[in-house]
């Protein structure tokens, strides 16, 4: 996630996709229509709770994810990586397309090269399409790179630049969201709240439209955006002005997003794939020439970072994103964005994660080793909250 995204999805959801008069919506401080915000379980940010640093590499491409056909040796590959920030919201949909293109051949046995999130969901996808499917992977859950996301649905986070891109991936990215979006909700309301809603606030003492400002400063790295592409299915946001919230900033922001319990989730995706009579090898592949090696004709490349080395790819870039993780705590379902440091609440801890002085924050950055001197920080800025030292 970035900082656009997280803004936009309260600022820009108040028009349902569109960002609006804000000096207008400034005003409009909520009302008994608005539904206060009861009391806020406050977060136990303390350096002492920290129980793991993780860093993930999301793999960007300019032009968006990659999801052509080539022929290596006698195998069919359609690709199915580089979705930026965005991989496990626009899995669904990215898988339908693969899948599509893999079955156009009708072949009964589909080879899928990794087991993250977009590998997962293309496995299943492929069983649904009545392919016979095996996962062929190096590293599983929790040791994939999916498995340190922070779980929010960004399914516009660093998925393209926008001079990369036109009308027509807009058009193909839209069809994706709505697709997984449609297929997350059915996941809603299980056990273990695999996929839950959460509240989330924008935290600031700036007004609503010195937000607007402030973002739009800090949007240059080029990034596309398409939030506006998806209002039909964004809740809209709430402002709260001071006195009428209890967080210690001037105004609040609140809105609803998806969340992603990613531990719950990616165990009841493998018992679904495994259900079906799939089946996982481990292998590693070095170079395209080893998949000559798979039973299978067909085969769904979904290596994501991974690729950038295995097809000598370099259009696909790594963003390097840090998380602090907070041990679980009752009460803290909630996320909220503070001076640059996003939090999500999960059932597997609380992910606090610092997205930079501007977008650009961890593009083209390959460092995997964790900074536990950052962790901290960050951890520090959201203790600020709520133990009074905030200035």
């Known amino acids: ?5 997280f803004l936009g999805s309260s600022l820009a959801a108040m028009a349902g996709g569109a960002l609006p008069d804000l000096g207008r919506l400034a005003a409009q ?8 915000i009861g009391p806020i379980t406050p977060i136990r940010a303390l350096v002492d709770r ?37 991989g496990w919201s626009l899995s669904w ?6 899948v599509r293109r893999a079955m156009a051949t009708s072949p009964r046995d589909i080879a899928i090269m990794g087991a993250g999130a977009i590998g997962l969901t293309s496995a299943i996808t492929a069983q649904r399409a009545g392919a016979r499917v095996t996962i062929y992977t190096r590293d599983r859950f929790p040791d994939v790179p999916s498995a340190r996301a922070t779980g929010s649905w960004t399914p516009d986070s660093r998925v393209a630049m926008a001079d990369a891109v036109g009308s ?40 609503p439209d010195e937000m607007r400002a402030e973002l739009r400063a800090h949007d240059v790295a080029g990034f596309a955006h398409f939030s506006d592409l998806i209002g039909d299915i964004s809740p809209r946001s709430q402002v709260f002005g001071p006195g009428t919230h209890p ?21 009841l995706l493998m018992q679904d794939f495994l259900a079906a009579g799939g089946r996982i090898e481990t292998m590693t592949f070095e170079q395209p020439s080893d998949i000559g090696r798979l039973r299978e004709k067909v085969v769904i490349n979904c290596t994501g970072y991974g690729a950038r080395a295995l097809f000598r790819d370099e259009t696909v870039h790594p963003v390097r994103g840090q998380i602090a993780w907070l041990l679980p705590q009752p009460g803290v379902d909630y996320g909220l964005f503070y001076s640059n440091v996003s939090v999500v609440g999960r059932s597997d801890g609380i992910v ?19 900074d536990r001197a950052a962790a ?14 905030r200035r």
């Open 29 to 36: 401080m909520p009302s008994p229509m608005f539904d206060p």
């Open 376 to 389: 901290e920080a960050s951890v520090r800025r959201i203790a600020e909250l709520f133990d009074g030292t």
């Open 168 to 207: 027509e991936f807009a058009t193909l990215w839209s069809g994706m969201a709505h697709s997984s979006f449609a297929r997350w909700q059915s996941y809603v309301g299980l056990p273990a709240h695999p996929v839950a809603w959460s509240d989330r606030y924008t935290l600031s003492d700036l007004a």
């Open 93 to 98: 949909g990215s898988a339908e397309i693969a």
């Open 352 to 370: 606090i994660q610092d997205l930079g002085p501007d977008d650009r924050f961890g593009f083209d950055d390959a460092d995997e080793r964790p």
């Open 1 to 5: 996630m970035h900082r656009r995204h």
């Open 50 to 86: 920290i129980f793991r640093i993780t860093v993930c590499l999301r793999p960007f491409r300019a032009q968006g994810p990659r999801l052509d056909v080539e022929k290596v040796g006698r195998k069919l590959v359609v690709h199915n990586y580089g979705h930026g920030g965005s």
């Open 247 to 267: 967080f210690a900033t001037r105004y609040a922001l609140r809105n609803s997003q998806m969340t992603f319990n990613i531990a719950s989730l990616a165990h």
